[in-house]
T-cell receptor, first 113, second 115 residues
Framework: GESVGLHLPTLSVQEGDNSIINCAYS??????FIWYKQESGKGPQFIID?????DKRQGQRVTVLLNKTVKHLSLQIAATQPGDSAVYFCAENFLGGGFKTIFGAGTRLFVKA | DTEVTQTPKHLVMGMTNKKSLKCEQH?????MYWYKQKAKKPPELMFV???????INESVPSRFSPECPNSSLLNLHLHALQPEDSALYLCASSQEMDTRNTEAFFGQGTRLTVV
């Protein structure tokens, strides 16, 4: 299940199931979005990106959906594996005195074997 | 080489110390970034360098002083820090700052503890 509160939102899924991680972005002028994966003790790692002129992009086992009307992004991971356990951040690039990459709050994904 | 290398990995410093964090990339990227990340929080942008010039300072206190000696190196000089500055400091680089459709590559970070 998914929980939101004072702690990092957490999603627990069974190995082999599909995962959906959601993100609300803040700036309607943002035109490029990125999902990053951060494992414990490591820096964020690029997973997939999408431009604002698209509403869906697929990679290997991952799909990103963009809904600009409600400023919402989602990351779908197919056949989730234990190695997918990490914190996932969405990030948006927008012009604010120069192009900036700003991160959303993050979701911790636990994959149960 | 698609790595961003940060040193040291861990740093403990007193509030009166002066120390520096170092970051290096050899991908030919012309934009480099410093982020600060507290536990269970997203990375927060501190500074952006574009073509070795400071482009963005997100109202960071002057006890943090960035430096970009050349296109491959980025330093963060620390002086008179407070315990609340303890965090993971992440360096990142991207092809160019003015190219909106470009992802940033991150280093492993320096875990800083101020005592």
């Amino acid at each position: 299940g998914e929980s939101v509160g004072l702690h990092l939102p957490t999603l627990s899924v069974q190995e082999g199931d599909n995962s959906i991680i959601n993100c609300a972005y803040s700036n309607s002028a943002s035109d490029y979005f990125i999902w990053y994966k951060q494992e414990s003790g490591k820096g964020p790692q690029f997973i997939i990106d999408i431009r604002s002129n698209m509403d869906k992009r697929q990679g290997q086992r991952v799909t990103v959906l963009l809904n600009k009307t409600v400023k919402h992004l989602s990351l779908q991971i197919a056949a989730t594996q234990p190695g997918d356990s990490a914190v996932y951040f969405c990030a948006e690039n927008f012009l604010g005195g120069g192009f900036k990459t700003i991160f959303g709050a993050g979701t911790r994904l636990f994959v149960k074997a | 080489d698609t790595e961003v290398t940060q040193t040291p990995k861990h740093l403990v410093m007193g509030m009166t110390n002066k120390k520096s964090l170092k970051c290096e990339q050899h991908m030919g990227h012309r934009a480099m970034y410093w982020y600060k990340q507290k536990a269970k929080k997203p990375p927060e942008l501190m500074f952006v360098y574009s073509y070795e010039k400071l482009s963005i300072n997100e109202s960071v206190p002057s006890r943090f002083s960035p430096e970009c000696p050349n296109s491959s190196l980025l330093n963060l000089h620390l002086h008179a820090l407070q315990p609340e500055d303890s965090a993971l400091y992440l360096c990142a680089s991207s092809q160019e700052m003015d190219t909106r459709n470009t992802e940033a590559f991150f280093g492993q970070g320096t875990r800083l503890t101020v005592v």
